[in-house]
């Protein structure tokens, strides 16, 4: 599984961005995917997922983004979003799409994850 993240940049504290991952459409079928991200000096921690197709659409989305960022796909284009709106400072971070098996009650576990795109950054000023 190949994946690619793109999007990142810099924008003003309430602004927006979409980050997008490519892949392959098998991915679909048989992935959940999921957003992560790294700010420096600090570990990298679960943002947003979706699940494998045969799973419906859920999506799940961690605290400090609920509300704010919706994760998607388009399947005709093999591709996840990530649309990001009212970011803050703390967003700050290389974002990455990754992909995992696991069952969707441990999505938002970093260790079930393998596949890591190249992270994009995004730098969101006060």
């Known amino acids: 599984v190949q994946l690619q993240a793109s999007g990142g940049g810099l924008v003003q504290a309430g602004g927006s961005l979409r980050l997008s991952c490519a892949t392959s459409?098998?991915?679909?079928?048989?992935?959940?995917m999921g957003w992560f991200r790294q700010a420096s000096g600090k570990e990298r921690e679960f943002v947003a997922a979706?699940?494998?197709?045969?799973?419906?659409?859920?999506?799940r989305y961690a605290d400090s983004v609920k509300g704010r960022f919706t994760v998607s796909r388009d399947i005709a284009k093999n591709t996840v979003y990530l649309q990001m709106t009212s970011l803050k400072p703390e967003d700050t971070a290389v974002y990455y799409c990754?992909?995992?098996?696991?069952?969707?009650?441990?999505?938002?576990?970093?260790?079930?994850?393998?596949?890591w795109g190249q992270g994009t950054l995004v730098t969101v000023s006060s």
């Open positions: 990754a992909v995992t098996q696991i069952l969707w009650a441990y999505v938002d576990s970093t260790r079930h994850y393998s596949n």
């Open positions: 459409g098998s991915t679909f079928r048989n992935f959940h």
């Open positions: 979706i699940s494998r197709r045969s799973y419906g659409d859920s999506t």
